[in-house]
């Protein structure tokens, strides 16, 4: 069911195995959520000479963090058995990552915020590298500590820390490739944690925690009546090529070679990554194949678009144009961002409140396909002129039904695009 990567392929002569694996466990979150949230590991000064590493990772996005630590058996050492083993090396984690979370919360009473860096960052030069850094100045009280213990007598072993969310370095990789956000995966491990001590199953059975929580998504969402749906589904993993196509938005946003520059301003960066990954694990996969669906309309019109709420709150806008019909990009930006200002403003009048707009277009070349983006919190109000000109040629988009309807009104109406103009006044030269 699931594709297998091979996660040991990064290790070095100059790595320990334990060192690989650690590397790996953050590598297999980094390349399957994004790379942006999963953090290396910052030192900390701790009084005369020494350094301290603080978790063996952390993986931090929309409000939501945990200390990753990795336990690694030596292939070479054989005389522990698993429970032998998880109970002296997994109670060191499970310590490690309390004391981690302490000496954050120290460091910051001390008023000596330490910096993270997006594994991302990993190679980047300091100077590009320390713009993309996050101060740890945040609540971390409630960050969750997630034990991967890599051993190949492992499953079927009992945690005895019920308070950590164990898992082993195969189950890690089958979650990330079942999740595919780091927000939703620090999300579905504070559901589980929530759930108490119960639910803490067998190291090696995630797959059938996961199923449990896609079951009770369902059962939830179908009582919710038909607007309801899942937060968790089984969708990433049944169509892997659906959520790539979504997580190509988050990854597009880099340079493909490093060393050029960011089509969208740094401190905007993080702000659009987290509004791409905070979409339910449910819907990544309905959203990447929707936004194909929308590519291939341009190949008989010149223009296609697309409207979604994300939330109650965040609007999501898809514009795609073929290359062709633009003479430059600041010409499809300007039309893709009156088009994302209308919108937000039609679903206000409608009598909800759009606070974050984010619009991602694609401008379809011969072998390429250029990304753009544009992200404003909150949307910029559009003026009646243009909520005419985009209302009659666009339409306006109902977000009850997820459609677009013309407007159409008697005469004498004020005209539903919001212009403010009878009806008979604004849909003429249109
Ligand atoms: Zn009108």
């Not at 603080?54 to 993986?59: E, F, N, Q």
């Not at 499953?155 to 990789?173: C, H, K, S, V, Y």
């Not at 753009?372 to 306006?396: C, F, K, N, Q, T």
């Amino acid at each position: 069911m699931v594709t297998p990567i091979s996660y040991h392929q990064s290790m070095t002569d100059e790595m320990s195995y334990g060192n690989a694996i650690e590397h790996d466990v953050r590598k297999i979150a980094a390349r399957l959520g994004v790379a942006d949230f999963v953090y290396t590991v910052p030192v900390l000064s701790k009084g005369a000479g020494g350094s301290r590493e603080v978790g063996d990772g952390l993986l931090i996005s929309n409000g939501h963090g945990a200390i990753l630590q990795v336990k690694t058996r030596d292939p070479v050492s054989r005389s522990e058995t698993g429970e032998s083993w998880l109970a002296k090396h997994g109670e060191r984690a499970y310590r490690q990552g309390k004391g981690t979370r302490r000496q954050i919360s120290e460091q910051q009473k001390a008023g000596e915020i330490v910096t993270a860096f997006p594994v991302r960052a990993e190679d980047w030069s300091p100077e590009v590298r320390e713009r993309v850094g996050l101060p740890l100045d945040m609540d971390v009280s409630d960050w969750q500590t997630i034990i991967v213990v890599d051993h190949p007598e492992m499953d079927g072993t009992q945690p005895t820390r019920t308070d950590a969310f164990w898992i082993t370095t195969d189950d890690w990789l089958m979650l990330n490739h079942a999740i595919r956000s780091v927000t939703g995966l620090l999300i579905y491990v504070e559901r589980v944690l929530e759930a108490g001590p119960n639910v803490c199953p067998r190291l090696g059975y995630e797959a059938e925690r996961f199923e449990q929580m896609v079951q009770a998504d369902a059962k939830y969402a179908a009582a919710g009546g038909t607007r309801s749906r899942p937060w968790l589904t089984a969708d990433s993993l049944n169509d892997p090529t659906g959520a790539a196509l979504y997580r190509q938005l988050l990854e597009r946003i880099w340079p493909e070679e490093s060393g050029q520059l960011l089509q969208v301003p740094i401190g905007d960066t993080r702000r659009i990554l987290e509004f791409l990954d905070d979409v339910p694990p449910g819907m990544q996969v309905e959203a990447g194949r929707w936004i194909l669906r929308k590519r291939s309309e341009i190949r008989d019109r010149p223009w296609a678009s697309g409207a979604w709420m994300f939330n109650s709150e965040r609007l999501f806008v898809f514009g795609c144009s073929p290359s062709d019909l633009f003479e430059d990009i600041e010409h499809f930006d300007a039309k893709l961002a009156s088009l994302a200002c209308v919108r937000a403003k039609q679903i206000g009048l409608q009598g909800n409140s759009i606070t974050s707009l984010l619009a991602v277009g694609h401008i379809v070349g011969d072998g390429y396909i250029d990304y753009r983006y544009i992200y404003m919190e909150p949307p910029i109000d559009a003026s009646p002129e243009l909520m005419r000109s985009v209302g009659h040629e666009h339409g306006v988009f109902d977000p009850e039904a997820g459609q677009v309807n013309f407007p159409k009104a008697a005469r004498n109406e004020r005209c539903p695009c919001g212009s403010g103009l009878k009806f008979k006044y604004c849909d003429r030269n249109t």
